[in-house]
C-alpha cells in the first residue's frame, strides 16, 4: 500500500483538465484516451473502458480535485476517506511476489472502474498526508497553469504540476529573457 503510485494516480488525473490543459484540452476524451491513461499508470482493467466510465472518471477528477484543494489537513483526509470509502471493502493481507505480506485493498464486487480508481487515489492522498504533511499538497508554480500536484519527492522542492510541461515553459521563458538583456 505505498501511498507514491496512489498519489501521481490523483496528480495526473486532476491535470487531464481542460482547466489545466487549455492549449489541448481534454485529455480523457473518450474511452480510447482513458485506457492509455490507465495503462501509463499500470492500472489493469477487466473491460474495455466505456463512455460511461470516461465521464464518472471526470466527476472523479472534480472529486480529486477538490481533495487536493482543501483547505486544512481535516477537510483533505474527510474527502480523501470519502474517495476511498466508495469501492473499498477494507484491507487484507496478501503475499507479494517475492513472499513477502503486504496490505492490499479489496474492493466490491460491483464497483465501477471510477470507485476502483477512487479507491486507490484515496489511498495514495491518505498516505502523503500521513507521511509527507499537508503542505506537500500544492498549486503549480507556473504562472499561467491551475494545475494541482502532490509532492512526493525525497527533498519535497518539487514546483510544477507537470515538469516536463510548465517547468520547462518557465526555464525557456527565462532562458529568453536573459538573452534578450
Known sequence: ???????????????TAPLVRTSIGEVLADPAALRRFLD???VEVSAAPLESDVTR????RDDVRAVLEA????????????LMMRGARGPVLHRDSEGHWQWH???ARNSDLADELAVRIGIGLLGALHTLG???????AAPD????????SRAGRRRYCMPDLCGNRI????YRARQQN
Open 57 to 60: 472518471t471526470h466527476s472523479l
Open 1 to 15: 500500500m505505498d501511498y507514491v503510485p496512489g498519489a501521481a494516480l490523483a496528480t495526473d488525473l486532476v491535470n
Open 40 to 42: 501509463e499508470h499500470g
Open 171 to 174: 526555464n525557456v521563458a527565462n
Open 145 to 152: 497553469c491551475a494545475g494541482l500536484f502532490v509532492d512526493t
Open 134 to 140: 499537508h503542505k506537500r499538497f500544492r498549486h503549480c
Open 105 to 107: 485493498v479489496v474492493t
Open 71 to 82: 483547505a486544512d489537513e481535516d477537510e483533505t483526509v474527510a474527502r480523501a476517506s470519502a
